[in-house]
């Protein structure tokens, strides 16, 4: 019966969900048939200038609707992890530049790589996208401007610690994006993971991004967790199982790859 009733619960939430990509789906397309309806108008009435105003908004929906697409697309393909050993201070360094020109001047962005961080077991290119995703997320929550921390630690979780995050004791590198913003209600915070739940206006947010970084992160053995205070700001913080072994392209690796001739 217990198994009867979480099915009916997961059928209930994939019927909102397609229901709700549906409702925005045919939002973009009534703006799409309207404009064109206004042009065929404009059109017959001779009034030329005016067409490139309708054909721009057609346009711009089209966008929209292509956006949530591939957006749908990405999440319904059932990512493939490739995790290995990684180096999370070297990854956040190596994508500093990037974000930093997508967030744009209004927003600083600090750094914060921990000496003698272990090495993660992850898939490097999903980390990279999650990273980003954080950092967007963070952008959208500053309109004004504001800061956006990347910060990189060890964290040895002995059981209480560990049960208290819902993961096995042991060894993980954190992760944290913390931000300067908006900050975000309860109920915001209760159903941020849930996918397509976005306080976005349309065709700006798909409400996927932290589903599947929540996805990708547990699937990964690790964890995600929320602390945000409204007007304040919001940290999402990331916990990767550490890999115990040394990384490849360490001086020590390689010193042992390629002993000293006697
Ligand atoms: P999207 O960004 O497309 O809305 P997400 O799954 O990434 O989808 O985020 C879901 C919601 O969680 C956002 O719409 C927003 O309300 C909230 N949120 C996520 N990150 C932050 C943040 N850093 N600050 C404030 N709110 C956030």
Redesign the pocket.
């Known amino acids: 019966a217990e198994e009867q009733l979480r099915q009916s619960q997961k059928m209930e939430a994939v019927g909102q969900l397609t229901g709700g990509i549906a409702h925005d789906f045919n939002n973009l397309l009534t703006g799409i048939s309207g404009s064109l309806e206004l042009l065929t108008v404009r059109l017959e009435q001779g009034r030329l200038s005016e067409l490139g105003r309708y054909v721009a908004s057609a346009q711009a929906a089209a966008q929209r609707a292509a956006a949530l697409t591939h957006r749908l697309l990405a999440f319904s393909r059932r990512q493939t992890l490739d995790p290995k050993p990684t180096a999370v201070n070297e990854l956040v360094v190596g994508m500093e530049e990037m974000i930093r020109r997508t967030v744009g001047p209004a927003i600083e962005i600090a750094v914060r790589c921990s000496a003698e961080l272990w090495p993660a077991i992850v898939d490097p290119n999903q980390l990279e996208n999650a990273l980003l ?2 950092c ?3 952008r ?2 500053m309109p004004d401007g504001g800061c956006v921390t990347i910060e990189t630690g060890n964290l040895a979780l002995d059981d209480a610690a560990a049960r208290e995050r819902d993961l096995p004791p042991g060894d993980y590198v954190s992760l944290c ?1 913390a ?1 300067t ?4 209600t309860p109920d ?1 915070i209760a ?5 397509f ?4 206006p349309l065709g ?10 929540y996805g990708f992160v547990r699937q990964s053995g690790g964890q995600v967790r ?1 602390s ?1 205070e409204l007007g304040h ?2 940290s ?1 913080r990331l916990f990767l199982p550490r890999h115990h072994g040394r990384l490849e392209g360490d001086g020590d690796s390689r010193a042992a790859a390629a002993p000293p001739r006697a």
């Open positions: 995703n954080l967007l997320n963070a959208d929550a994006v931000d913003g908006t900050g975000m915001v159903r941020a993971f849930d996918p739940f976005t306080t976005k700006q947010g798909t409400g996927l991004g932290l589903s599947m970084i929320i945000s700001g919001t999402m």
